[in-house]
């Protein structure tokens, strides 16, 4: 697996939080070669980031410490959790994953 899809799966997860915490564990463990396998999500995930050639935003912790992404469209930062309402195309197939 290559470790710069599977930080855009740590990446999707942040906006669509999927992932079990002990998967985001597991990722690292992998990225750093102390793991050799991973899990079923974390394959799907993957799979999706690459046949989608996903891309992630632009993303920071306010100063409020939420985590925002960056819209380049309306050139405004968006709290994460409504990354999917303004990408809707991706709902169904994202939802698939939790």
Known sequence: MNNNILLKVLQLDSLVRFLKWGERVK?????????NS??????????????ENWEPPVMHYGEDRFQYF??????????????LNYFPHYREELNELK
């Open 27 to 35: 990722i690292h463990l992998y990225m750093e070669e102390k793991a």
């Open 38 to 51: 991973t899990t079923p999500r974390i394959l799907a995930a993957y799979e999706w980031v690459e046949n």
């Open 70 to 83: 960056h819209d380049p469209d309306l050139d405004l930062w968006v709290e994460t959790e409504n990354y």
